[in-house]
């Protein structure tokens, strides 16, 4: 599977972003798909997730409410659709395919080291 990602770039706080991802190659391994983002200096970190099927998502608490993934998975797309976006929300964006979970302490997480399938960055960059 390879990944392209694509929608980034400049907007204003309080501003909308619609991130793109599609997917080639062998897409039937693309199984959970999803977003993970990397701010300068910090680590990688998880933002959402979506099943195959669409009918499961899950969101890191800090984008809750304002970020939403959806799939078309006759186009072999993901996407993420961002408002209300913050200047702490500047990044670069990660499309991520064939995710597997990790259980830690009762609970189940998304996290980079899951990741199977990495696509390239987009850049998103949130102006005060």
């Known amino acids: 599977v390879q990944l392209q990602a694509s929608g980034g770039g400049l907007v204003q706080a309080g501003g909308s972003l619609r991130l793109s991802c599609a997917a080639s190659g062998r897409t039937f391994r693309s199984g959970v798909m999803g977003w993970f983002r990397q701010a300068p200096g910090k680590e990688r970190e998880f933002v959402s997730t979506?099943?195959?099927?669409?009918?499961?998502?899950y969101y890191a608490d800090s984008v809750k409410g304002r970020f939403t993934i959806s799939r078309d998975n006759a186009k072999n797309t993901v996407y993420l659709q961002m408002n209300s976006l913050k200047p702490e929300d500047t990044a670069i964006y990660y499309c991520?395919?064939?995710?597997?979970?990790?259980?830690?302490?009762?609970?189940?997480?998304?996290?980079?080291?899951?990741?199977?399938?990495w696509g390239q960055g987009t850049q998103v960059t949130v102006s005060s």
């Open positions: 979506i099943s195959w099927s669409g009918g499961s998502t």
């Open positions: 991520a395919a064939d995710i597997s979970a990790t259980y830690y302490k009762g609970s189940y997480y998304y996290l980079p080291d899951g990741v199977h399938v």
